[in-house]
């Protein structure tokens, strides 16, 4: 089993940066791919980025603002998202899985364990 924390949410103006984290305990969590989503209210859960093994992806919609990392030693994987906008708004959360390399992961049925998530304002 792996426990999943997200912190690091908040208000930010437009243009402003936030860093997510991504605590995870249970197991050791470095061989996991570990997924960023969110969702909005009234809106669908949508795939943000993707850290598999030392790769990562992102959607188009986040892609050159945000960047995953991790600290295998400290079992945390970072959500860094900068020049955000007021449609960043949601509630994000990390997710992890063990790693196949047949799949994307860009899907949430890819996951096994999520967080509780961290809510993200974006005011304009």
């Known amino acids: 089993q792996v426990q999943l924390v997200e912190s690091g949410g908040g208000l930010v103006q437009a243009g402003g940066s936030l860093r997510l984290s991504c605590a995870a305990s249970?197991?050791?969590?470095?061989?996991?791919?570990v997924g960023w989503f969110r969702q909005a209210p009234g809106k669908e859960r949508e795939f943000v980025g993707v850290m598999k093994w030392s790769a990562s992806s992102y959607a188009d919609s986040v892609k050159g603002r945000f960047t995953i990392s991790r600290d295998n030693a400290k079992n945390t994987v970072y959500l860094q998202m900068n020049s955000l906008k007021p449609e960043d708004t949601a509630l994000y959360y990390c997710a992890a899985a063990e790693a196949y390399y047949w799949r994307t992961y860009y899907q949430s049925t890819d996951y096994d364990y999520w967080g509780q998530g961290t809510q993200v304002t974006v005011s304009s």
């Open positions: 249970g197991r050791t969590f470095s061989s996991y791919v």
